[in-house]
């Protein structure tokens, strides 16, 4: 019989969006192969009033498939951030307490610091079993800037049985704020290396329909932390050196109109394409239709972005913060100040100008699997004896 894993995370695909979480969506599939597996995915009522009736799209058949449930998520936005924690835990115990009852799991992790790891770790500590958290990057870097959801994050720290960090550095961060460092495992996120590959870029471009120019991708939330209101900014200076340059955008996100209202000005309305949201599946074929991707962000734990544009051999320009100097070396890309919108410029130019190699660069990415980080996380559960052969 397999060990019973209860996981809370809002970091999923929901019914509205299949692009939500596709990290954990891998990561939980994969470990679904050795563990009994429940997903709660608590959805904020904003969120839920947000969609009303819209219809909701069955993902693609997986083995998670009807394991997870959307409870509402209930809180008071803005106010009383300090007790979303509490917020989540009654929201989640209310409506899946004959859920957690009828599972009767032996573990519990929570993916997010907070409110996931606070309510988490209180409902393990009622149903008796071990708690685990997983942490990204910005519910460290930026969620635990506010001293009072700090001592949370420490608290819950104390508690648990282990601690997933994504990167070593956000491991250094957590060590800081007072969570034993014996507690924190370092598991870095896979990649799907059957769907993430390298290819002709020829091949690439036509199965796209983009002809021949030279592309800069950016591929994440269209957030101003995430730096994408600099790398157009970048662009634009870039642009008369390279007239035959395109950047394009795979994403969605606040920062959409103004990003548009940059390139416009500066008359580049026709050599910048917002894309929109795409299917996680079919962003191979864009990594290798790129030159190179870009992802010049404030603040970072270590994103999938880079490890699958490295996985289809091509270089990355991105910010020197976070995790991302453990995973692009030389050889595989270049690292830029956060912020620094004429040095982010150099790196750009600097990249397209190189000879970069994509065997080197696709043979470095192939160290980030799947099948390592799953060892790795069983190891952490300490489980070794339950698992499947």
């Not at 709660?40 to 997986?62: D, F, M, Y």
């Not at 994403?251 to 910048?272: I, Q, V």
């Not at 980030?368 to 499947?388: A, K, P, V, Y």
Request: charged share 20%.
């Amino acid at each position: 019989m397999k060990p019973r894993l209860l996981i809370i995370t809002n970091l999923y695909p929901t019914p509205w969006d299949h692009q939500r979480g596709t990290f954990n969506f891998q990561q939980f599939n994969h470990l679904a192969e050795h563990l009994d597996i429940r997903v709660i995915v608590p959805v904020s009522w904003k969120e839920r009033l947000q969609h009303g009736r819209q219809k909701a799209a069955p993902l693609p058949p997986h083995p998670l498939e009807g394991k997870a449930v959307y409870p509402w998520y209930w809180y008071t936005p803005g106010l009383f951030r300090t007790s979303y924690g509490r917020s989540m835990q009654a929201s989640l115990e209310l409506q899946c307490g004959r859920l957690m009852r009828t599972f009767q799991p032996d573990l519990l992790l929570s993916s997010w610091a907070y409110p996931e790891g606070s309510a988490g770790t209180r409902i393990a500590d009622k149903l008796g079993i071990p708690a685990f958290v997983k942490v990204h990057g910005s519910d460290i870097n930026v969620i635990a800037r506010q001293a009072s959801i700090r001592n949370q994050i420490r608290a819950w720290g104390k508690q648990v049985r282990g601690v997933v960090s994504v990167s070593a550095a956000l491991k250094k961060k957590m060590e800081a704020i007072g969570i034993p460092g014996q507690k924190i495992h370092v598991i870095y996120n896979g990649i799907d290396h059957q769907r993430f590959h390298p290819l002709p870029r020829n091949q690439a471009k036509a199965r796209l329909g983009i002809g021949d120019s030279r592309i800069m991708l950016y591929v994440g939330n269209l957030k101003r932390e995430k730096g994408c209101v600099d790398l157009v900014e970048a662009f634009v200076h870039l642009a008369p050196q390279y007239p035959d340059l395109k950047l394009y955008v795979a994403g969605s996100g606040t920062m959409k109109e103004t990003m548009a209202a940059t390139a416009a000005h500066a008359g580049l309305e026709n050599r910048m394409i917002l894309l929109g949201k795409v299917n996680h599946a079919d962003l191979n074929h864009w990594y290798n239709a790129a030159d190179l991707v870009c992802l010049p962000s404030y603040n970072e734990g270590v994103p999938n972005v880079l490890l699958e544009a490295m996985a289809c051999g091509t270089p990355v320009v991105a910010s020197n913060v976070g995790g991302i100097p453990e995973v692009v070396g030389d050889d595989t890309g270049l690292l830029s100040e956060a912020g620094d919108i004429h040095t982010l410029a150099e790196s750009l130019s600097l990249a397209l100008t190189t000879p970069w190699n994509r065997d080197t660069i696709h043979a470095h990415a192939l160290k980030f699997s799947w099948d390592e980080n799953t060892r790795q996380m069983l190891d952490m559960f300490d489980i070794e004896g339950h698992r499947e052969p």
